[in-house]
């Protein structure tokens, strides 16, 4: 069964077109663990559509004004079961007329309407209307589209639906099509609008967060009225995580319960919506950010929309999680349906900061290598006149003091210690103090005469530019090509300001937020093309580009600058309500660390990054004989459960939110032959026994076989439970002090 629909041969993405790099998005699944078949139906009798996808429904009709009405979202229904056609609100006084009632599919601002619209267009002439009927459909296996048309001009939507048949996630976008004689002007726009049944109960989960604080997860009853979660950076950012979930107030078990839930792809400015309406209906609206945001379309030009990803579980925020884990890893990585584990990596940034040299970064590379790492990063510092984040962005040669035979030397050495070798870039900033803006000054984001705000002393080069886009593309494609590099990890330290473009004229500057982002992913996605083997990493200064786009085109996430073990904890469990451990990177650093001068064993520092991607980031230099034996034991450890951590199904037992003295975890293997268990402990009060762990996700008639892999479990834990057993009476740990942390294994029995 086909999951994409390939437009002709090649895919489509933000209207651009790589036919060998997304041709593993059109993939076939052998279906094992699918339930049901995928279904999409439209009744032309009742005008009703009707997409049946995993465990859920998704049903809307043509109502009597030619509108898209939305019927029903949430558990799969039976096959037998029949909608009336769709019928408008009736009114319910002259302040609310029923266009604005309505619970719509896409609306475009026009008429009445006081929500949010999906769509804002300003003409040239100065009318600003559009109504939007519902034109025709086509269905293509799990495929929909659906063309509407404003009642009198030549705009054009397609609605696109791509039913996820694993998991039930629906991929929505719009593209938009300005069919008129004249330029159009966007002026908001969204992937899609999500509507949810109509109840009063409900609450929202979302993230929000700061630099070295990412990922913190927020719940509030939704009332009337309207909850924005923004990005107005430019880029995505780490302020708020373009995901929600909704679920009803009443249900805190977070393994049941209905939960409807969704995540952007867009890596600039964005905005989700959550509005209850005056009726107490909920909408959910995303898409670029709508503030200071105008696209100028062509005429003949469309505009294609980012994609919104639905889903729906009745297994609670913990079976929203898994669905959306599984759906990133099997349709959205670039390596998807077989994204390649994460290798052990080193990165010397913490240990070294810019003052790397070859016979430095020679030394470290070694004792990497003896503990198991497989591949090693060398970060910021390494070219231009790169000595403090004061100068050099912007000019990518390698530094001929720090390195004066080229990067060869150190990459061969690398190699022959049995790693592959990365290395750190920045490519869309420039320092003031660099050849390029001594040459380029005009190449930066700015408003004519107006100041240019530096961050960490950079600016933000306009990728928007046809000449910079260019010139990054080159230096990349240069730099891959003359060395053997298996890694990027690409960082963007700071955000937008002064966002003009004073190259192009003026109803077409504020084009810049869409397509700095797009030339941003074609440049990902043309090296990729051209250098297949290479991995790519999205940072920026910790977790503000992490998406569901940027995913699309990277093969891991950096969620934090913060690496102290027992912060992580909390940043990486709000990670996961929106992305897989899969692509999160968690380095081993030193201790005391910088962020808090908190001193963690090292068992728990590497316990706490066993729980994403392993990565190493201490100073190997300062490591006695005993750290490189225990490290040794735990990346040994790490890599005979990693596929399971990486791509298994994960379950957060007990969250660390709200000050939790624990917190624990539990990945089981998507063939279920095993589960680990991360236990963490924050301090002991008063004698109390850590709470007992009842674990999830087992076969109830299966045995396991327990064993701790590090730390101790309770004196009468058995050998081997059921996996009844397990999740019934549940394992005793053996856990008391301050900063504790121990992990079990449990084993299938044949
Ligand atoms: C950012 C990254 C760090 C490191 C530095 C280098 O802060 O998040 O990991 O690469 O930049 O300047």
Redesign the pocket.
């Known amino acids: 069964m086909r999951l994409f629909r390939s437009q002709s041969s090649a895919y489509r993405f933000f209207g651009l077109t790589f036919s060998t790099l997304f041709a593993a998005l059109a993939i076939s699944f052998t279906a094992a663990a699918q339930t049901l078949p995928t279904h999409i139906s439209f009744d032309p009798e009742t005008h009703i559509f009707r997409i049946d996808s995993a465990d859920s429904s998704y049903i809307f009709g043509v109502n009597e004004s030619e509108q898209l009405q939305a019927l029903y979202w949430g558990k799969r229904l039976a096959d037998s079961d029949r909608f009336s056609p769709a019928k408008s609100m009736p009114e319910v006084a002259s302040f609310d007329a029923p266009s604005t009632t309505t619970q719509q599919e896409y609306i475009g601002w026009g008429g009445v309407l006081y929500v949010e619209p999906s769509l804002k267009i300003t003409f040239p002439d100065g009318n600003r209307d559009l109504r939007l009927k519902y034109l025709s459909n086509h269905i293509d296996g799990n495929h929909l589209s659906i063309q509407m048309k404003d009642i009198s001009r030549e705009i054009y939507v397609t609605l696109n639906y791509d039913a996820d048949g694993e998991t039930g996630i629906l991929r929505r976008s719009a593209e938009i099509e300005n069919r008129t004689g004249g330029p159009v002007s966007i002026e908001e726009v969204s992937a899609a609008t999500w509507n949810l049944p109509r109840g009063t109960d409900y609450r929202l989960r979302y993230l929000t967060g700061r630099w070295a604080g990412e990922n913190t997860v927020q719940e509030q009853p939704l009332n009337p009225g309207k909850t924005v979660l923004e990005s107005r950076r430019g880029t995505t950012g780490a302020q708020n995580a373009p995901w929600f979930a909704i679920d009803h107030r009443n249900e805190n078990d977070s393994e049941h319960g209905d939960v409807w839930f969704g995540a952007l792809g867009w890596s600039g400015s964005w905005q989700i919506t959550i509005e209850q309406d005056v009726l107490q209906q909920v909408r959910v609206n995303g898409g670029p950010n709508s503030f200071d945001f105008a696209y100028h379309l062509a005429k003949g030009a469309k505009f294609q929309t980012p994609y919104f990803y639905g889903g729906y579980s009745d297994q609670g925020v913990g079976g929203a999680s898994r669905l959306l884990h599984r759906y990133e890893l099997d349709s959205i990585l670039p390596q998807a349906p077989k994204p390649k584990v994460r290798p052990v990596l080193y990165n010397s940034?913490e240990a070294t900061g810019f003052d790397v040299t070859e016979t430095g970064q020679m030394a470290l590379a070694e004792k990497a290598a003896s503990i198991g790492v497989e591949r090693f990063v060398i970060?910021?510092g390494w070219f231009g006149q790169r000595k403090t984040?004061h100068a050099g962005l912007g000019d990518w040669y390698v530094n001929p003091q720090k390195f004066p035979n080229g990067l060869k030397p150190l990459i061969d050495k690398v190699h022959s210690l049995g790693m592959d070798f990365g290395i750190?870039v920045?490519p869309e900033m420039v320092n003031p103090d660099s050849d390029l803006y001594r040459k380029h000054p005009d190449w930066v984001l700015n408003f004519d005469g107006r100041p240019r705000t530096e961050r960490r002393n950079q600016l933000v080069l306009n990728l928007a530019r046809p000449d910079v886009r260019a010139y990054v593309y080159g230096f990349l494609d240069k730099l891959l090509n003359e060395n053997q590099i298996a890694f990027l990890?690409w960082?963007y330290?700071r955000n937008w300001s002064e966002p003009g473009w004073p190259a192009v004229p003026v109803d077409e500057q504020k084009n810049v937020y869409v397509d700095f982002i797009r030339n941003y992913y074609s440049i990902l996605a043309e090296l990729r093309e051209k250098h297949p083997g290479v991995e790519i990493e999205s940072?920026?200064?910790?977790g503000a580009r992490v998406d569901l786009g940027v995913m699309h085109l990277t093969d891991e996430v950096?969620p934090s600058?913060n690496t102290d073990a027992f912060d992580r904890l909390l940043i990486q469990n709000g990670f996961t309500y929106a992305y897989t451990p899969g692509v999160m990177m968690a380095w081993v650093t030193d201790s005391p660390t910088w962020v808090n001068n908190r001193t963690l064993s090292l068992q728990y520092r590497f316990l706490s990054s066993m729980q994403g991607s392993l990565g190493i980031g201490a100073n190997l230099n300062k490591w006695t004989p005993e750290d490189f034996d225990t490290a040794k034991k735990m990346v040994a450890q790490y890599k005979g459960i990693r596929e399971t951590v990486q791509h298994g199904s994960l379950y957060r037992i007990i969250t660390p939110e709200h000050d939790s003295q624990q917190s624990v975890t539990e990945s089981v293997a998507r063939d279920g032959h095993e589960a680990v268990v991360f236990a963490f402990l924050h301090s002991s009060r008063e004698n109390y026994p850590y709470p007992r762990i009842h674990l999830h996700g087992l076969n109830p008639t299966a045995r396991y076989r327990i064993t701790s892999l590090d730390g101790k479990l309770a004196d009468d834990t058995p050998e081997t439970a059921s996996g009844a057993w397990l999740e019934n009476r549940g394992v005793d740990v053996d856990l008391k002090g301050d900063f504790q942390a121990m992990s079990f294994h449990l084993e299938r029995l044949p």
């Open positions: 940034w970060d910021d984040d750190w920045e990890k960082d330290n940072c920026s200064g910790g950096w600058d």
